[in-house]
């Protein structure tokens, strides 16, 4: 899923004119799960702003606004109150935000409340979030017992341990373990460490060029 913060506060206000009338856009998923645009947030943030004289228009939280289909349904049923907005708030990721940009055929002004971090795995507390890969288009983790060393390795090593690892802590952020210090321990259970004995070729960057598109047949 997608990992996002709120903005502080007085970032979001800061782009808003005196008396602004607000329709707000929540995210029934990923910014529901991480308590950046859910209801409890969306109406949360309505009563601040109303609190600090802005008028809010409506509100919707569409399961996945990043879903062109979904969020031009639900921009649809809200025509009204968005038109009587004279912009729309978006507590959702950086993807939630860009369709509702392509999908509003009202084309509204934009506010962004969130920031978008990372794409993460939620712990079974539901409440810590991890960056575990970072799509970088060709997944190595059959040769890395399923421990990602593009993301979980600070310097992204294909090929490691570096030299700085230290009782199996990372020498950039000794908070963390060393991705292949855990990577090494995992396929030695496995018994296999041959796996690190082949060199792998650097990485081929031409699968992360932006942006990017897939388009099924
Ligand atoms: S190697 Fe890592 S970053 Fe690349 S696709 Fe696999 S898990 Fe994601
Ligand atoms: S100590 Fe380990 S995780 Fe940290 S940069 Fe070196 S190889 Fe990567």
């Not at 390795?153 to 341990?161: D, F």
């Amino acid at each position: 899923m997608i990992i996002s913060e709120p903005k502080p506060w007085e970032e979001i206000v800061s782009h808003l004119k005196k008396g602004e009338k607000i329709f707000i856009v929540g995210c029934g998923e990923c910014s529901t799960t991480c308590k950046t645009g859910g209801e409890r947030e969306v109406l949360e943030v309505k009563q601040k702003l109303e609190k600090e004289g802005y008028q809010i228009t409506g509100f919707v939280i569409p399961k996945a606004p990043c879903v062109s289909a979904q969020i031009k349904l639900e921009l649809s049923k809200n025509k009204k109150a968005i038109s009587e907005a004279d912009s729309i708030l978006v507590m959702a990721c950086g993807l939630g935000g860009q369709s509702v940009k392509i999908n509003d055929r009202q084309q509204k002004p934009l506010h962004i409340a969130t920031n978008t971090l990372f794409m993460g795995g939620v712990d079974s507390t539901g409440l810590g979030f991890f960056e575990y890969c970072s799509a970088c288009g060709n997944c190595v983790l059959e040769l890395t017992a399923g421990i990602c060393p593009i993301t979980r390795c600070a310097k992204g090593l294909l090929n490691g341990p570096c030299g700085g690892q230290n009782k199996g802590k990372c020498e950039v952020d000794k908070e963390k373990d060393c991705a292949w210090v855990l990577i090494y321990e995992e396929l030695k259970k496995q018994g296999e460490l041959d796996l690190l004995k082949e060199i792998k070729p650097p990485r081929d960057y031409t699968k992360k060029i932006h942006p990017q598109a897939l388009i099924l047949k």
